[in-house]
């Protein structure tokens, strides 16, 4: 079983920064690619970016190409999502959830999903 923890959610003005965490525990494996996604009030949970567990490869939906940055510290069981120009269309639920297929912007190729972290943009 694989436990994740969203942190680092708030509420911030719109252009400013935020960093978001996601700290996995239990039984992880190299292959276990990792994404974030996100949920607007009355939306679809959407894709914003995958990274590779062992590989280094990242992927981003287009509308935070250039403004989000997902990296990894593996020797701490952690991923980041480091969001930049924040806007009022970000609000939304982050999630960090895990996949063994790399990079993948499908939702049910996720198997395991952290509880999620609020992130509010005011304008």
Known sequence: QVQLVESGGGLVQAGDSLRLSCAASGRTFRRDAMGWFRQAPGKEREFVGGITWSGGGTSYADSVKGRFTISRDNAKNTVFL?????KSED???YYCARTVVPLSRRLNEYDYWGQGTQVTVSS
């Open 91 to 93: 609000t939304a639920v």
């Open 82 to 86: 480091q969001m930049n120009s924040l």
